[in-house]
């Protein structure tokens, strides 16, 4: 099993940026695909971006292409999501979660974080 934990969610203005940070605890974290997903008020979970194992391959949702960046350190067990030119339609909560699948992939993901809160002001 993995615990997930977020941080760096918060109130920024359109167009600033925000770095989350997801702390796992465990020796195993490398065996873990890892992903990022938001959940805005009223709508449904929707996957945001993952990155496989060693993090050479990475995926993201078309809404957050070439604006959000996922990225992993194995060392300190920790998977991060930097948040670029963000717009008010990125305000969610967003989840950490941890899959022990082989190959990256957008779902279904076994282990899940708490959440930490986004809000983008316009």
């Known amino acids: 099993q993995v615990q997930l934990v977020e941080s760096g969610g918060g109130l920024v203005q359109a167009g600033g940026s925000l770095r989350l940070s997801c702390a796992a605890s465990?020796?195993?974290?490398?065996?873990?695909?890892m992903g990022w997903f938001r959940q805005a008020p009223g709508k449904e979970r929707e996957f945001v971006a993952a990155i496989s194992r060693f993090g050479r391959v990475t995926r993201y949702a078309e809404s957050v292409k070439g604006r959000f960046t996922i990225s992993r350190d194995n060392a300190k067990n920790t998977v991060y999501l930097q948040m670029n030119s963000l717009k008010p339609e990125d305000t969610a909560n967003y989840y950490c979660?941890?899959?022990?699948?082989?190959?990256?992939?957008?779902?279904?993901?076994?282990?899940w974080g708490q959440g930490t809160q986004v809000t983008v002001s316009s």
């Open positions: 979660a941890a899959t022990p699948q082989v190959t990256i992939t957008t779902g279904p993901y076994d282990y």
């Open positions: 465990g020796r195993t974290f490398s065996t873990y695909v």
